[in-house]
């Protein structure tokens, strides 16, 4: 199970790196749960994990517009993201999520094949009438997508948990293996639900609020990311 970090800028970065993340994922929360940040932080970001850690970067709480979405992605991809994550926040159906995911996927593959792309979708998709996450493995399969992940849209300090049962993201975690996806899950994490990750073992678990001391409106903090990052590799 890796462990990606979303750092705002790059004293996160640092706080994140020198505690352990395994993944870098820049991103700009004054702009939403997935909310993007700039080319240039995304691109000092990238300068500092080279050769140590990959990087990713959020492009966005998406509307359904796959041209948009496509050149958010490219801008992301080259500006040193290895992972390209949307969170199809404005898609209500099948169709719609692939037809968003390949123009996100063709945009990023076109510049550099080994570039990944993540599908995120809500856990708490009900209260922003966005698409079931359960849809999405089959659609990002599709798509041509490499990673499907589950985060919260609306960031009131409910976790994913509240959300989906522990059946529910085991059946989240199998549709994506059986779709040839890595799976990702995230939303308000906290320590006393890291033993059911354990038991779930995800790919990747995404997470801020906790290594911010329980708000993440606050800053990334070193102690904390190696905190998580043990009680992780028990
Ligand atoms: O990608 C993961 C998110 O940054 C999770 O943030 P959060 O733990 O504050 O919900």
């Not at 509240?162 to 085991?170: I, R, S, T, V």
Request: aromatic share 4%; with cysteine.
């Amino acid at each position: 199970m890796r462990l990606l970090v979303s750092p705002m800028n790059m004293e996160e970065a640092h706080a994140a790196l020198a505690g352990g993340a395994d993944i870098l994922d820049v991103k700009n929360p004054k702009e939403g749960s997935l909310g993007a940040n700039f080319p240039w932080v995304i691109r000092s970001v990238a300068d500092l994990a080279r050769g140590k850690v990959p990087v990713s970067a959020t492009i966005g709480d998406m509307e359904f517009k796959p041209g948009t979405a496509s050149l958010a992605a490219l801008g992301a991809a080259s500006s040193g993201a290895d992972y390209v994550k949307a969170g199809l926040l404005g898609v209500k159906t099948c169709d719609q999520a692939e037809e968003m995911l390949k123009a996100i996927v063709r945009a990023v593959k076109d510049l550099d094949p080994k570039k990944k792309v993540v599908a995120s979708g809500y856990s708490d998709y009900l209260r922003v009438g966005s698409i079931s996450p359960m849809l999405l493995p089959a659609a990002a399969s599709e798509a041509g997508a490499d990673v499907v992940m589950v985060d919260t849209a609306i960031k009131d300090g409910k976790p994913t948990f509240d959300f989906m049962g522990e059946k529910d993201l085991a059946d989240f975690i199998e549709l994506g293996h059986s779709n040839d996806l890595e799976v990702a899950l995230a939303g308000s994490i906290g320590f006393p639900h890291l033993e059911t990750l354990l038991r779930l073992q995800p790919d990747i678990i995404g997470v801020r609020g906790i290594v911010c001391g329980g708000d993440r409106r606050s800053a990334v903090k070193e102690e904390l990311v190696v905190k998580v990052k043990s009680a992780l590799e028990r």
